[in-house]
């Protein structure tokens, strides 16, 4: 079992930045995939970024530029890092971990861009 725990969120104005962390324990050996998706009031969860184990890296076409995704293998953490942000970035965002062919999913944190 793995347990995932978000944080960094809050309120930022456009234009501002904020890094998401993600700490994934329990017993794990290796987590495979790792990333983080968002949703947004009435919108269906959607992909942000994601990072294999050897960071090979994929994002979505909307914050492509403006997020940076990173990890720690050793201390089994996830970063996120995003600059720019926009109005349209408002979201409860999402940890997730890929582990042994199973997805485990954090409790989200609260995104929230506004002047």
């Known amino acids: 079992q793995v347990q995932l725990v978000e944080s960094g969120g809050g309120l930022v104005q456009p234009g501002g930045s904020l890094r998401l962390s993600c700490v994934a324990s329990?017993?794990?050996?290796?987590?495979?995939?790792m990333g983080w998706y968002r949703q947004a009031p009435g919108k269906q969860r959607e992909l942000v970024a994601t990072i294999t184990s050897s960071f090979v890296t994929n994002y979505a076409d909307s914050v492509k530029g403006r997020f940076t995704i990173s990890r720690d293998n050793v201390k089994n953490t996830v970063h996120l890092q995003m600059n720019s942000l926009k109005p349209e970035d408002t979201a409860v965002y999402y940890c997730?971990?890929?582990?042994?062919?199973?997805?485990?999913w954090g409790q989200g944190t609260q995104v929230t861009v506004s002047s």
């Open positions: 329990g017993m794990i050996l290796s987590i495979n995939g």
């Open positions: 997730y971990a890929n582990y042994r062919r199973e997805i485990f």
